[in-house]
Structure formats: structure tokens, C-alpha cells
């Protein structure tokens, strides 16, 4: 475009306003409005929905209160005569069978992982690896046995830890603290050992120094969020494992290990690199056992296993089943293992360590002993007795607790807590009664055995029954509060619509619909307030502000009510639909209708279980729904076609040449969606689900060969991404300057490129494929990333200080022709239609101030205009898209190519039906291109390799230019959280000024 004089011409811009203004159309902010009342609006409006979500989460994220009360050695819960009997020193309740236990913790041991199959010819990576397990337990059969270590969710390690230490139930609210760890304020393992002078030591994992603050007589912590590391910790406590055991300077002795639970994170199970895990472990168990002493308990345990993608946090069958293997030199089992191991909850471990170490069970334990590891000296009776004993003291106390529990909540069930109790009065009273009978010798043998055995399974029937009730009761939702947050959230997005559909009319609207509702909350917040202080009721924020929401939310709709009549009445409007045909508003309602009714049926469909397990694949379905919707209802209107009046082409000829360009957008779309599919994550409820062979990192490939070719496909797509960048760019003429931005698009894309390129090349080898240049390695895994995340940051930082791309000069330089001269700022709607307002009207101003200042009257060439705010944010969502990509595994870029596409695809269609509709108006936006581009970001969300699932989450990402542990948890949750969402932030992003649209001229 030229320019002459004081002035520039916008003549020939043939680019829809809406395009630029998508984003804005949203709300249609008055362009002559105050800032505040519309800032105010946006903020009451943001407090509706963080109110509304906040209720939400009250009610979905399950709780339990946890008890501050202590176990002690004086409580009353040893049954007589035993209570009466001396105790040996050190025990408490019952004599302890080992003065040392050593528990190895091997993080994400899977039960396959420790199950041994000869008859496997050619084994898996991860199987027939931890062979001197199985060789202890033929060989021995009495003094090992392997158990199925049952987890109960959710399966990250925090939780998992502590349900190991305390005995109780941890709920999915305490997922959010995983990374985050406070301490454990209530009764466990490790404080019951040092309260009753025992010591603790610790090696491995350092989420348990959050955990067990000044818990651990010596200790050493390893670094252990960087899941990309496999060796730290498992050599740091190789280190240190032997001299301490020989040393014998402690009583419980915790080692966790991680390497396993990081080869499956980074490589997955079947992977050589897990064999190689494995086989470390197996030889670590080898050496330890020849260390231990005779009175030494050996307990190896996973915490949770891990799915086939090497993740882990739900509640699948991989994941839960974990591997429990017990060894003592001295002889521990009265009888043969059975056939198939046993599956024992993970919560059993606790009581079961706590007696056979003789110190109090933790308070608020609901686990079950092994009693089988409490045999006697081979009589079945004594050995019976035994047994009796420990079940006994461990009903009392898990009774002791479910009243302690039910007097401060109300989560258990009146009538189930009554069955308890009697069923285990009953249990206590002919226990009492038995023992009687044997004072008095009135019970042979072979009966006195039988009853033994009948009333310990007694008690194993109370303890099941309370922990089933237990788990039942605290997975149980808040179905009120869900209504009520759904609600809240439903009625906000109400009003967000009636708000762009007002503000179209009144200028003063921001400013007129505060006052009420904002009066409305206050009183009811301060209503609400008083009625806590009188009644002396404990303060619940989240209800308070909820109240206030919902309060706002029926004064802003009391207002409306009365105020839209008024308003229309003042205008002199008549109702839209009054004067036009039936048909006419059948075309006006389905207008509406279909994208609205996709809209309400995806929000509603969401309370269906089988809706949100499948919805990996309906969004993509919907999506491709509502475009067929939109070419039907174009075709309905005629608007495909020629026009009446011109000569009428027969079959297809007489499609329009835009409808046959709107029609092919319309099937690379498809193919779009249809290839977006095979990135996708699995979850556990689709049990024959195989997860895409996209979703690993090339380092998890094995053939060579087709490593190499992956990454060379995966570098020239981001070379290809550049290049239409820049071709775009130069074509729309927002490349003919030497501006800092213009010079980074030319340079700093090729080197952000190559950086990422020479990243993937690093991070893909394997661990020991490079030999002595490995350290050097390590320094480019992090120094790549860095020098990615750099050039992102000085580029995203150009744009901000300096966002336009337009190249204007003195046509006097070189040969050109003088065109229409400015005609000043247009004035009529009828010229408004013909540019993009305000955004040109400004550019107008500010290269008509710049002329005269350099008191130009010669005619200026002015190059970009066209796409000068388009240009900016290409250049954004291309480094934006650089540095998502780089927090993804390699192949996943080929889904963000994928992604880039489609939007592209979708604003051309949208802009097409636009322009075939006839629709001129710049501020409008139908509501199918809204909600397309909600369904699309959505549908990326899975075809980027996600999941709303905690296995699914990507925690590699919080290490991209990262070796070591971060001191804080908001850059990994910056990170992860980018990760995650990236197809929202994308869409998000592109949304506002709609640069994707990539200034289609039409």
C-alpha cells in the first residue's frame, strides 16, 4: 500500500475486520467506554467463575479429618491374662519377634517385575530380572514368601508413602501436595519407633525428609523429582547401604530406591534400560542378604507399580499391583507358600512391622496383620494363640479409632459403625469367654484349635468390614456442593453471554450492571458473616463467597430482567423475528441452535461417566459435526450456489468457485482430525486401549534405524514450520525492514530450530552410547534448552516493545507509482466497512504524526500493513509453539503441525462461510466459530498426548534444561502446567486478534 503527503491510504484492504477482532467480538467492549467498568467487569466476573469452581472442588475432592491422638505403650488394649504378664524390655503390647527390620523400598516395583517364570524362553525386559527373589523363596520356603502388594489409590508416591507409615487412607486432595510435601501430623511408624527409643535410619528418596522432619537418627537424602535421572539416588544409597548394616547402629532401616520408577517414566517398562535397573536391584538384594543378621526381618516392597507407558498415579490394575517379598535367616512360616502369592492391602504392612518390632500400632491404622508372620514355635495351638493375640489388640485399637473418628465427623455411617461394634463385641466377648476355658482345661486340642481358628477369622471379618467401610465412606462426593458450584459456573456463563449480546446496544451497560449486583454480594456476604459470629459457628470462606457469588449472579439477573424491556422500548426496537417469514426464522433459530445445542450437549455430557472416559474421541466428532452443520446451512440458504438471476449451470457446476475452496478446506479438516487421533493417550477404563507409539521419546526406541528417520521427520517439520512462517511473512510484505523483529524472524527462527534440533539429538541417545563424551552430554541436554528458552524470551520481548512490522519509505527511492491520496480518517459506516477499524485508525494516526515530523510530502511506500497486527502475533505463537514443542517428546511434533494447521484450516473456513453468508458486519462473530475453536483446543488437548488422568501427566516436562532438583515447586508446575495445557495456550492465544486467519483476502 502507498501513501502520499501527510497522510496514508488503507485503499485495496480487502481483509475482514472480524478477522482481526475475533477475540474482542467476545465481549464487544463500547469503543468509547471508560477502562474501569469494564476492568470491574472482568473481575467480577472472574470471581463468579473462581467461586463457582472452588465449591465445585469442595465437593469432588474427597477429604478426611486425621486425628491428632497417639498410640502409647499404657493404653489398655492388651486382652487378659496377657495384659498381667512382664513384657521383655523394649516391647510393647506383645514381645517383638525382631530387634531389626530392614525395609527396601523399590520404587514403581511392579508384581510382575518380582515374579519369576522359568518356562519364559525369551523374557521381557522387565521380567525374570529379580531371579535371586525366586531363588530365596524355592530354596527357602520357609523363611521367604512373595506377596501382591495391593495399593490403594491414587498411586503417586507421596500418598503412597504415607499410607505405608501411617496405615490409614490417603484421598485424591492430598495428590496436590505429591510435590509439595509437608510433614505427616498423624500417628506413624517412624514416630512411634523414635518415641519409644528405637532408631531410624534413612537413605534414598528426599520426599521423606518433608515428610519426617528430625525423625531419623542418620539419614541421607538424594534428589528425586528429576525423573530423567536413573542412577543418583540407587548409587547414592549403594554408597552408603552395606557399611550401614554393618555397622548396626539402627533398628528400622528405610532404603528407597528410585531408579526403577525413572527408567519407567523416562523409557517405560519394556525397555532394555529397565532390565538393566533390575538386574542392579537383583544383585543389590543378593549382597544385602549376605550382610544381614540372623534376627534381621527383610522386607523388599513397591509402593505402586506402573501402567505399560510407564506411568503411574490412578487406580489401574498395574498399577496398584505392587510386589511385597519378606525374608528372615530364621525360620518365619509355620506352613508351605501357597500356589498363587496372596494379595495383601498395602495398609497391613503397618500394624504387621509395628508389633513384630514391639512398639504401639499408630493410632489411626485401619490395616490387618499378617498373621502368619506371628507363628509360634511349630505347636499349632500356641502358634494359633499367638495369632489370636495380635488380631485382638489390633481390632481394639482400629475400634478405638473408628469411635475417636466418628465423635469429631460425621463421614461414617451410623448404622454400619453399630454393626461393627457389635460384631466386635461379640468377637471380644467369646475370646474372653474361650480363654476362660482354657484356664479350666475344659477344651481338648484338636476343639480348642478349631475355636482359635474360628474367632481369629472373626476378627479378620471385623478388620475387612471396617476398612471396606472406611474406604467407601471417604470416597464419597458432596453432591450439593457439586450442584452448587455447577450451577454457580453454568449461571456466570449465562451471564457472560447476555453481557456481549447488551454491550452491543448500550455503551453504558458496564458501568449500569454493576451497582446492583456488586450491592447484592456485599449485603449477603456481610448477612452471611453476622449469622456465623451469632451463632459462634466455625467460619467456611468458600461458602461465604460462594453465597456472595450467587447473591451478585440473581441481582445482576433481577436487573436485566427489568432492563432489557425498558432499554428496548427506549431504541424503539421491535423483536428480530416479528417481521421476517417462518422460514427466515427457522434459519435464524438453527443459526443459533446448532452450535449452541452442540455447546450445552458437550457441557452437560460431561456428568456421564462414559462421556468423559470416551471423550478423547466425541470432541473431534463434535467438531466435525458443527462444520458439517455450518456447509448444510449455507447450502440450505442457497448461499453455495449461483444467485438467481444469473445463468444457471446444471449439477455441480453450479456450486460457486468459493464453495468448491470452502469445500476442500472442509476435507483437509477432516483428514486433520482423523490424523490427530493416533497421538492419543490411554486410560484405564478402556482395558484394550494401546497407547500411541508417539507418545515415548525417541531415546525409547530400539532400532536404530527407525530413530534416526523419526528424528530427521521431526527436525523438518520444524524447518518446515519456519519456512512458512517466513514465507508468509515476506509474501504479506512484513519482512522489507531492518527491525529488531524482523531481523529475529530472519535469524533467530533458524537458530531456535537448530537448538531444539541439537536437544533432541542429545536427549535421544542412550545413556552410555557416547563413552567419555557423556559429561559433555550432560552439559548441552541443559545448555540447549537454555539457549531455546532464551532466544524465545529476547524474541517474545521484541514484540512487546516494539510489536509492528510495517516497513514505510520515500517512494522517491525507487521507481513507483502515486496512488490515491489520503482522504482523511473515514467517516460513514459505509467507509468503516471497506477497513479494520481502530486498529488501522490508529496506524493512521501514528504514521500521519511520524510523516509530518519528518515534514515528508513526497509520496510513501508503506509495506505490511495489511497483516501488521496478524505478522506480531504469528511471530509469538510460532516461539510459543517452539517452546511447547520443546517440553513434548520429539514425535509429538508432529501433532503440533497438526494443530497449526487445523486453526489455520478452521479461520479459513469460518472467514469463507462468513463471505458466502453475505455477513459485512466487522463486530459480529457467530457463535460456531467460537464454540469450533473451544471444541478444537479441546480435542488437541488429547491429540497432544494428554489425559485428565494423573498417570497421563507428563512430568518430564519439569526438567527441559534441568538436571538437578528445583529449589521451589512453581517453575516444574510452570512447566508441567505448560505442558499440559499447551493446546489451550495455542488456541487461547491465537484467539484474541485471530492471527492464525493469516489475513485471508476475499
Given amino acids: 500500500m502507498q501513501c502520499t503527503g501527510q497522510g496514508l491510504v488503507l485503499a485495496g484492504v480487502h481483509h475482514l475486520a472480524w478477522v482481526e477482532l475475533w477475540g474482542l467480538s467476545l465481549s464487544v467492549f463500547p469503543r468509547r467506554m471508560q477502562r474501569w467498568p469494564v476492568l470491574l467487569f472482568l473481575a467480577w466476573v472472574c470471581f463468579l467463575f473462581f467461586s463457582g469452581i472452588g ?25 487378659p491374662p496377657w495384659d498381667k504378664q512382664s513384657l521383655p524390655p523394649g516391647s510393647c503390647w506383645v514381645p517383638r519377634r525382631f530387634p531389626k527390620v530392614v525395609l527396601v523400598i523399590i520404587d514403581a516395583l511392579r508384581f510382575e517385575f518380582a515374579l519369576f517364570n522359568p518356562a519364559k524362553v525369551n523374557p521381557l525386559p522387565y521380567e525374570n530380572k529379580l531371579s535371586f527373589l525366586h531363588h530365596l523363596a524355592t530354596s527357602q520356603p520357609h523363611h521367604a514368601r512373595l506377596y501382591r502388594f495391593v495399593a490403594d489409590p491414587p498411586t503417586a508416591t507421596m500418598q503412597r508413602i504415607k499410607g505405608l507409615t501411617t496405615g490409614s487412607l490417603p484421598t485424591f486432595i492430598d495428590v496436590g501436595s505429591n510435590f509439595a510435601t509437608y510433614a505427616i501430623q498423624e500417628d506413624n511408624l517412624l514416630a512411634q519407633l523414635v518415641q519409644n527409643g528405637r532408631r531410624v535410619v534413612f537413605m534414598g528418596d528426599d520426599t521423606w525428609e518433608g515428610l519426617f522432619p528430625k525423625k531419623f537418627f542418620r539419614s541421607y537424602f538424594f534428589p528425586s523429582f528429576n525423573v530423567k535421572d536413573l542412577h543418583t539416588v540407587d548409587n547414592g544409597i549403594l554408597q552408603y547401604l552395606y557399611p550401614t548394616v554393618n555397622s548396626g547402629e539402627w533398628d528400622l532401616l528405610i532404603a528407597h530406591f528410585l531408579g526403577v520408577d525413572h527408567c519407567g517414566h523416562k523409557h517405560g517398562p519394556d525397555h532394555p534400560e529397565m532390565a538393566k535397573k533390575l538386574t542392579q536391584m537383583n544383585e543389590m538384594l543378593r549382597s544385602l542378604v549376605d550382610h544381614l543378621g540372623n534376627d534381621t526381618l527383610l522386607l523388599v516392597a513397591g509402593d505402586h507399580g506402573m501402567t505399560e507407558t510407564g506411568d503411574h498415579g490412578g487406580d489401574s490394575q498395574r498399577e496398584v499391583n505392587a510386589a511385597l517379598f519378606v525374608y528372615s535367616k530364621t525360620p518365619l512360616f509355620g506352613t508351605d507358600p501357597p500356589k498363587e502369592p496372596e494379595a495383601i492391602p498395602q495398609v497391613n504392612l503397618v500394624p504387621t512391622v509395628a508389633l513384630l518390632l514391639g512398639v504401639p500400632i499408630p493410632y489411626s491404622n485401619i490395616g490387618e496383620v499378617m498373621a502368619e508372620l506371628f507363628s509360634g514355635d511349630g505347636d499349632t495351638v500356641s502358634e494359633a494363640l499367638q495369632q489370636l493375640l495380635v488380631y485382638h489388640i489390633n481390632a481394639k485399637q482400629v475400634d478405638r479409632f473408628l469411635h475417636s473418628y466418628s465423635l469429631v465427623a460425621q463421614d461414617l455411617p451410623a448404622e454400619q459403625l453399630q454393626h461393627l461394634q457389635e460384631l466386635f463385641s461379640s468377637a471380644v466377648e467369646e475370646h474372653i469367654q474361650l480363654l476362660a476355658q482354657m484356664q479350666r482345661a475344659m477344651l481338648m486340642s484338636p476343639e480348642l484349635e478349631s475355636k482359635l ?56 451497560f458496564y458501568r449500569s450492571c454493576l451497582l446492583y449486583p456488586l450491592l447484592w454480594g456485599l449485603v449477603t456476604a456481610v448477612l452471611r458473616g453476622l449469622a456465623y459470629v451469632f451463632t459462634q459457628e466455625e467460619l467456611d470462606l468458600l461458602l461465604l463467597l460462594s453465597s456472595a457469588a450467587a447473591a451478585s449472579l440473581l441481582g445482576f439477573f433481577w436487573q436485566w430482567w427489568g432492563w432489557h424491556p425498558k432499554r428496548a422500548r427506549l431504541l424503539g426496537s421491535q423483536p428480530p423475528l416479528a417481521s421476517i417469514g417462518l422460514r427466515q426464522r427457522l434459519r435464524v433459530w438453527l443459526g443459533l441452535a446448532f452450535p449452541m445445542g452442540i455447546l450445552l450437549f458437550r457441557c452437560g455430557a460431561m456428568f456421564s461417566d462414559s462421556f468423559v472416559v470416551a471423550e478423547a474421541q466425541v470432541a473431534p466428532f463434535l467438531l466435525a459435526s458443527l462444520v458439517m452443520l455450518l456447509i448444510g446451512k449455507l447450502h440450505w440458504d442457497g448461499r453455495l450456489t449461483v444467485p438467481e438471476g444469473h445463468k444457471q449451470p446444471i449439477g455441480f457446476s453450479s456450486y460457486r468457485k468459493e464453495s468448491w475452496h470452502l469445500l476442500c478446506l472442509v476435507t483437509v479438516l477432516l483428514v486433520c482430525l482423523r490424523l490427530s487421533g493416533f497421538f492419543h493417550q490411554c486410560r484405564e477404563e478402556i482395558p484394550h486401549c494401546r497407547p500411541s507409539v508417539f507418545l515415548p521419546p525417541l531415546a525409547s526406541l530400539r532400532n536404530t534405524r527407525a530413530k534416526n528417520l523419526f528424528y530427521l521427520l521431526c527436525v523438518a517439520l520444524l524447518a518446515g514450520l519456519v519456512y512458512a512462517v517466513r514465507s508468509w511473512l515476506r509474501h504479506y510484505g512484513n519482512l522489507n525492514s531492518s527491525d529488531p523483529v524482523v531481523l529475529f524472524v530472519r535469524w533467530g527462527f533458524p537458530l531456535v530450530v537448530l537448538c531444539i534440533a541439537c536437544y533432541w539429538a542429545v536427549a535421544s541417545s542412550a545413556e552410555d552410547s557416547l563413552g567419555k563424551l557423556q559429561e559433555l552430554v550432560q552439559v548441552a541436554v541443559i545448555a540447549f534448552p537454555w539457549a531455546v528458552y532464551g532466544l524465545a524470551s529476547i524474541g517474545l520481548l521484541l514484540l512487546l516493545c516494539h510489536p509492528m512490522t510495517v516497513f514505510a519509505k520515500d517512494s522517491r527511492e525507487s521507481a513507483g507509482s502515486i496512488v490515491t491520496p489520503y482522504q482523511g480518517i473515514p467517516s460513514s459506516k459505509v467507509d468503516l466497512l471497506q477497513v479494520i477499524p481502530q486498529i488501522y485508525k490508529r496506524m493512521q494516526e501514528s504514521e500521519k504524526s511520524r510523516l509530518e515530523r519528518r515534514s515528508c510530502r513526497a509520496t510513501v511506500a508503506a509495506y505490511g500493513l495489511g497483516s501488521v497486527y496478524s505478522a506480531a502475533l504469528v511471530v509469538a505463537l510460532t516461539l510459543l509453539g517452539f517452546l511447547l514443542m520443546l517440553l513434548h517428546a520429539e514425535r509429538l511434533s508432529l501433532a503440533f503441525l497438526l494443530l497449526f494447521l487445523e486453526a489455520f484450516v478452521l479461520l479459513h473456513i469460518h472467514t469463507r462461510a462468513r463471505s458466502l453468508a453475505g455477513d459485512t458486519e466487522p463486530f459480529s462473530v457467530p457463535w460456531f466459530a467460537v464454540i469450533s475453536w473451544l471444541l478444537a483446543a479441546s480435542q488437541f488437548f488429547y491429540s497432544t498426548g494428554h489425559q485428565p488422568v494423573f498417570p497421563a501427566i507428563h512430568w518430564n516436562a519439569a526438567f527441559v534444561g534441568f538436571h538437578l532438583d528445583h529449589s521451589t515447586n512453581l517453575l516444574p508446575a510452570v512447566l508441567v502446567g505448560a505442558n499440559t495445557f499447551a493446546s489451550h495456550i495455542l488456541f487461547a492465544g491465537s484467539w484474541l486478534p485471530s492471527a492464525p486467519a493469516l489475513a485471508l483476502c476475499v
Avoid: K
Wanted: net charge positive; with cysteine.
Fill in 55 to 79: 465449591l465445585f472442588m469442595s465437593g469432588f475432592l474427597l477429604t478426611r479429618i486425621e486425628l491428632a491422638n497417639s498410640s502409647s505403650c499404657s493404653d489398655p488394649l492388651v486382652p
Fill in 453 to 508: 481358628r474360628s474367632l481369629i477369622s472373626r476378627f479378620q471379618l471385623y478388620l475387612r468390614q471396617a476398612r471396606a467401610v472406611c474406604t467407601q465412606s471417604w470416597a464419597r462426593f458432596h453432591p450439593l456442593r457439586m450442584v452448587g458450584g455447577c450451577t454457580l459456573i453454568a449461571a456466570s456463563c449465562l451471564l457472560c453471554y447476555v453481557a456481549s449480546e447488551l454491550a452491543t446496544v448500550s455503551d453504558s
